[in-house]
């Protein structure tokens, strides 16, 4: 009875002992491997929806620090970044050697040109428009010859001889009032003088000024013709007369 006894209890013990093994087994076969689950393929629709759900912002922060990675990765050699500041003295320097031995204009040279100031009086002195030799002087008292003509005659203006294509100059300025052809003294030019003083220039070619011009002394306004046939004899020569108030006077008392 003992022997049946103790038989019953060892193979109750080793029925036991291979359940527990056989449970363990069954586990372990059917228990998922992590490795299965990391190594699983993404399909294309997966990896669409991850794209729309990543932020704008991964992206510009990687390109940021794909950048900032690049120019670490640079020389030491490299050419370094111009400041703000050391641009600024840069140009402050270059515009100071650029000034140098520049004169500097003051306020009153910067004002605008005026015109000439037309005020003639009998104190003014004019300049030859010409220079050469007095062919017919000026005379209002008593005749003087003229050659071409073979008479004697008065004379409102003074002859003086030039060579054709000799510059004419303003003797004073003046204004153009006017710009006619007379047989006698060809193209003549009568400038305002002011205070009812006039200007007459006579036979020119090649005007350089016209009615209305304001004319400063010294500017050439025409240049010597050919005489006319009143002064042939005489030759080539500029005719020069004064007015006050219309009545001719001596422009030899206003020159030097």
Same mark, same amino acid.
């Given at each position: 009875?003992?022997?049946?006894?103790?038989?019953?209890?060892?193979?109750?013990?080793?029925?036991?002992?291979?359940?527990?093994?056989?449970?363990?087994?069954?586990?372990?076969?059917?228990?998922?491997?992590?490795?299965?689950?990391?190594?699983?393929?993404?399909?294309?629709?997966?990896?669409?929806?991850?794209?729309?759900?990543?932020?704008?912002?991964?992206?510009?922060?990687?390109?940021?620090?794909?950048?900032?990675?690049?120019?670490?990765?640079?020389?030491?050699?490299?050419?370094?970044?111009?400041?703000?500041?050391?641009?600024?003295?840069?140009?402050?320097?270059?515009?100071?050697?650029? #000034?140098?031995?520049?004169?500097?204009?003051?306020?009153?040279? $910067?004002?605008? +040109? =005026?015109?000439? !100031?037309?005020?003639?009086? &009998?104190?003014?002195?004019?300049?030859?428009?010409?220079?050469?030799?007095?062919?017919?002087?000026?005379?209002?008292?008593?005749?003087?010859?003229?050659?071409?003509?073979?008479?004697?005659?008065?004379?409102?203006?003074?002859?003086?001889?030039?060579?054709?294509?000799?510059?004419?100059?303003?003797?004073?300025?003046?204004?153009?009032?006017?710009?006619?052809?007379?047989?006698?003294?060809?193209?003549?030019?009568?400038?305002? #003088?002011?205070?009812?003083?006039?200007?007459?220039?006579?036979? $020119?070619?090649? +005007? =350089?000024?016209? !009615?209305?011009?304001?004319? &400063?002394?010294?500017?050439?306004?025409?240049?010597?013709?050919?005489?006319?046939?009143?002064?042939?004899?005489?030759?080539?020569?500029?005719?020069?007369?004064?007015?006050?108030?219309?009545?001719?006077?001596?422009?030899?008392?206003?020159?030097?």
């Amino acid at each position: 009875m003992k022997n049946k006894m103790a038989k019953y209890i060892v193979n109750s013990l080793v029925l036991a002992a291979m359940a527990a093994v056989g449970i363990t087994a069954y586990q372990l076969g059917t228990s998922p491997e992590k490795k299965d689950v990391l190594e699983m393929p993404v399909s294309v629709s997966d990896e669409e929806e991850q794209t729309e759900q990543t932020p704008m912002l991964d992206a510009g922060t990687s390109l940021v620090k794909a950048d900032l990675e690049e120019q670490a990765d640079e020389p030491a050699d490299a050419a370094p970044d111009v400041t703000a500041e050391a641009a600024s003295e840069a140009a402050e320097q270059l515009a100071e050697s650029s #000034l140098q031995g520049t004169e500097v204009l003051s306020a009153s040279d $910067l004002e605008p +040109l =005026t015109a000439p !100031e037309i005020n003639f009086s &009998e104190d003014t002195l004019m300049e030859w428009p010409v220079h050469g030799n007095i062919l017919v002087d000026y005379s209002m008292d008593q005749t003087t010859y003229f050659p071409t003509l073979d008479q004697y005659r008065l004379s409102p203006a003074v002859s003086v001889q030039a060579v054709e294509g000799a510059p004419v100059t303003a003797a004073v300025n003046g204004t153009v009032y006017t710009i006619e052809e007379t047989a006698q003294t060809g193209t003549t030019l009568t400038m305002e #003088l002011g205070n009812g003083y006039q200007a007459i220039y006579g036979q $020119l070619t090649d +005007l =350089t000024v016209q !009615e209305g011009d304001v004319v &400063e002394k010294g500017t050439i306004i025409g240049y010597i013709n050919a005489p006319t046939k009143y002064y042939s004899k005489e030759g080539s020569n500029l005719y020069f007369a004064m007015k006050k108030d219309g009545e001719p006077i001596d422009p030899i008392v206003y020159l030097p």
